[in-house]
T-cell receptor, first 115, second 113 residues
Framework: EPEVTQTPSHQVTQMGQEVILRCVPI?????FYWYRQILGQKVEFLVS????????KSEIFDDQFSVERPDGSNFTLKIRSTKLEDSAMYFC?????FGVGQPQHFGDGTRLSIL | GENVEQHPSTLSVQEGDSAVIKCTYS??????FPWYKQELGKRPQLIID?????GEKKDQRIAVTLNKTAKHFSLHITETQPEDSAVYFC????????????FGGGTRVLVKP
């Protein structure tokens, strides 16, 4: 069964540094998402992306965050100047078509630790 | 925006007993409700979902019920097994824009052998 893949599985970064999290969505999927989960808390929406542009973003997704689909397969989340509170698990998700009845499939996540 | 409340936050059951988790949502336009299971350090995995044109859906030991009038839906796990121990999240997607998922707070289920 096709899966969403994310790299790296764990990223440790000094505060203030830039970090890029990478995702390869399922190949025929058209809608892409980033979510984050602070340890012990619920999963929170960050951003959705379709047709090379952001569809929606949350309040968390400020100007320190950006997303990009640099080629036909990768989908990246960049944090320009990391803060301690950015430490979390970041999940990429994708789904095949528009419509709430279509499930989103999640990757295994990247654990981001800011020191 | 959508608000999803989930109860209980923790649930401990004896192996073989049933577990029930309840969620309420605020947006009456919502019409699709997935449930995700998350094992420690792993991805949220879709285990069952329901659309608003049905009131109940079953898949082996798992069932989900939906009450659109009351705006709540529930996950039922029967004959629980130790491998059912995990955190379960309900969610509701937004109709507009990118169909983002709003998750409930999660229920940590522990099945005691």
């Amino acid at each position: 069964e096709p899966e969403v893949t994310q790299t790296p599985s764990h990223q440790v970064t000094q505060m203030g540094q830039e970090v890029i999290l990478r995702c390869v969505p399922i190949s025929n999927h058209l809608y892409f998402y980033w979510y984050r989960q602070i340890l012990g808390q619920k999963v929170e929406f960050l951003v959705s992306f379709y047709n090379n542009e952001i569809s929606e973003k949350s309040e968390i997704f400020d100007d320190q965050f950006s997303v990009e689909r640099p080629d036909g397969s990768n989908f990246t989340l960049k944090i320009r100047s990391t803060k301690l509170e950015d430490s979390a698990m970041y999940f990429c998700a994708s789904k095949i078509v528009f419509g709430v009845g279509q499930p989103q499939h999640f990757g295994d996540g990247t654990r981001l630790s800011i020191l | 925006g959508e608000n999803v409340e989930q109860h209980p936050s923790t649930l401990s059951v004896q192996e073989g007993d049933s577990a029930v988790i309840k969620c309420t949502y605020s947006d009456s336009a919502s019409n699709y409700f997935p449930w995700y299971k998350q094992e420690l350090g792993k991805r949220p995995q879709l285990i069952i979902d329901i659309r608003s044109n049905v009131g109940e859906k079953k898949d082996q030991r798992i069932a989900v019920t939906l009450n659109k009038t009351a705006k709540h839906f529930s996950l039922h796990i029967t004959e629980t097994q130790p491998e059912d121990s995990a955190v379960y999240f309900c969610a509701a997607p937004r109709e507009a824009a990118g169909n983002k998922l709003t998750f409930g707070g999660g229920t940590r289920v522990l099945v005691k052998p």
